[in-house]
């Protein structure tokens, strides 16, 4: 018996502790760096009851590092960005940006060069191939409907029958700043066609309103009895019991939000640290907790229709020319008779 345990002993020993040795993974030098730099600086759009708990969930696994959060708005993180960047100001080592702004952060080169070795689990279209940004999790546009007003047969299930006239006069409720939207329908088909039926879509005279929570909460109430917003909004509702459910019309436009690394990040192994912690399976399962939609392979949203089943057209970072997209809100604007 003495010499089974013995020879189970050095089994184990042998065979399996070189496994996590050889992985290399996390690398034990950058936890030391990071170690040493003992913070790192994380600025975000994402929700801050939801980042708070991403950051103490690192904090957990890495106690010896802090960390200062700053959550804020899309427009107003880049502006703060590019403001103290040229007053010389470099506080962030990572933060999650919209792929519309992704082309600002590259033309003030404000993005450094990380590919984490979490990427290769992170879904092939959602990793840039030159490391400059990972999508960390996405956003796709659905139209909600509450399921008290309109009976699941009538609901629209094409953008074609979104143009039906019954649902002119302020039935449906869109967002006033929701560029990406017309923007994906452009990337996928063509300016001349989609502004075309953004235009009809201005003709049913929907209602435009800032923000997606506030919107899904207005149409439960009965105010409206469609609404296009982000698909993981509704959903958080409609998992509650809420009186709202959705549908994909396709192409779903995709909005990624993407991971980036500053290029001049104060803490730059924390930071890179850090990064491989919110792609890692642990950051990634934490997403379907906020019922986000995750991009690591093997990793469902909940419920998976979330992010399956249709037809979707991702607005990838790197693919969004300024110039191109500047274009796509002032024609969203003029359209939607908002300036």
């Known amino acids: ?112 060069l990380y590919r984490s070795p979490e990427a290769k689990n992170i879904v092939t279209d959602l990793v840039d191939k030159n490391g400059y940004w990972t999508g960390y999790y996405v956003n796709p546009y659905a139209l909600g409907y509450n399921t008290q007003m309109v009976k699941k047969e009538d609901v629209p299930k094409t953008y074609e029958e979104l143009l039906d006239p019954k649902w002119k006069g302020g039935k449906i409720s869109i967002d006033n700043t929701a ?78 939000n993407a991971v980036l690394f500053s290029a001049y990040a104060p803490h730059p192994n924390a930071g890179k640290l850090f990064i491989d912690f919110m792609l890692s399976e642990q950051g990634q399962k934490q997403l379907v907790g906020f019922q986000r939609i995750p991009t690591r392979k093997g990793i469902d949203p909940n419920p998976v229709r979330l992010f399956k089943g249709y037809k979707r057209i991702v607005e990838k970072p790197h693919e969004i020319n300024a110039k191109d997209f500047s274009r796509a809100v002032k024609l969203y604007q003029k359209i939607l008779k908002l300036r």
């Open 1 to 112: 018996m003495e010499t089974i345990k013995v020879l189970v002993a050095l089994f184990v020993a042998v065979f399996l502790l070189p496994v996590v040795s050889w992985s290399g993974y996390p690398d034990p030098k950058l936890i030391e760096a990071a170690k040493k730099e003992g913070t790192i600086s994380y600025w975000t759009t994402m929700s801050l009851p939801q980042s708070k708990q991403v950051v103490d969930a690192f904090h957990k696994k890495y106690p010896f590092i802090k960390t200062e959060l700053y959550r804020t708005g899309g427009d107003a993180m880049l502006n703060k960005i590019l403001t103290e960047h040229r007053a010389g100001r470099h506080a962030w080592d990572v933060t999650v940006a919209s792929g519309d702004k992704f082309s600002l952060f590259m033309k003030n080169k404000l993005v450094g």
């Open 179 to 256: 560029y990406t939207f017309l923007f994906g329908l452009i990337m996928a088909w063509g300016e001349e066609k989609a502004v075309s039926y953004f235009k009809k879509l201005a003709a049913q005279e929907p209602v435009a309103m800032r923000g997606n929570t506030n919107r899904v909460q207005l149409v439960m109430a009965g105010e409206y009895p469609l609404i296009i917003a982000y698909a993981p909004t509704i959903q958080r509702s409609t998992s509650k019991g809420a009186p709202i459910d959705w549908v994909p019309l396709e192409p779903v436009p995709v909005q990624v």
